[in-house]
């Protein structure tokens, strides 16, 4: 049972530099999303997606792209990283419509340090 | 926009003392919350939930919460605290849709032997 997977684990990036961060997800969720967890400020919305090719933003969408091209997988990109990106970031997936009930399935994290 | 509240960062309990985790909303329509918890370098998972069904949710590990409208709040319970229940625990709230959740700052649980 994979359920979220998320990698890298962990990445060091310079500032300015680019990067993905995929997750992949196998259990058939339409709904997926990422969030950014910073101390003292819990976990905030980046970006979701309620099904392939379609993606919104959430509370903190600035410095982040997403795109949907398959079920399974929602990449995130940083295209120029600054040192405000540096946070544990979580992928989320679950069912969407009429099976939605709410709940959501997280990856392990992949912690992001920008240098 | 939909908000929760939790109040204390840090708790601290006695091995078979009373947990209380509280948590408090705003919104203007009953929405959907849930209690999450996150062990150390781990994603989080799903305590339980509150869909406008009964009340007072039972979830996993004997955790309980109750919801009450009139108080606006979601206080997480467990009657006796156990150390296995040392971790992270995020209240949240989600529109009807499901589409964006909003997470407390969390509560850092102890407990003490």
């Known amino acids: 049972n994979a359920g979220v997977t998320q990698t890298p684990k962990f990445q060091v990036l310079k500032t300015g530099q680019s990067m993905t961060l995929q997750c992949a997800q196998d259990?058939?969720?339409?709904?997926m999303s990422w969030y950014r967890q910073d101390p003292g400020m819990g976990l905030r919305l980046i970006h979701y997606s309620v099904g392939a090719g379609i993606t919104d933003q959430g509370e903190v969408p600035n410095g982040y792209n997403v795109s949907r091209s398959t079920t399974e997988d929602f990449p995130l990109r940083l295209l120029s990283a600054a040192p405000s990106q540096t946070s544990v970031y979580f992928c989320?997936?679950?069912?969407?419509?009429?099976?939605?009930?709410?709940?959501?399935?997280f990856g392990e994290g992949s912690r992001l340090t920008v240098l | 926009a939909q908000s929760v509240t939790q109040l204390g960062s840090h708790v601290s309990v006695s091995e078979g003392a009373l947990v209380l985790l509280r948590c408090n909303y705003s919104s203007s329509v009953p929405p959907y919350l849930f209690w999450y918890v996150q062990y150390p370098n781990q994603g989080l998972q799903l305590l339980l939930k509150y869909t406008s069904a009964a009340t007072l949710v039972k979830g996993i590990n004997g955790f309980e919460a109750e919801f009450k409208k009139s108080e606006t709040s979601f206080h997480l319970t467990k009657p006796s605290a156990h150390m296995s229940d040392a971790a992270e625990y995020f209240c949240a709230v989600s529109d009807r849709s499901g589409n964006q959740f909003y997470f407390g700052t969390g509560t850092s649980l102890t407990v003490i032997p």
């Open positions: 259990m058939n969720h339409e709904y």
């Open positions: 989320a997936s679950s069912w969407a419509g009429l099976a939605n009930t709410g709940e959501l399935f």
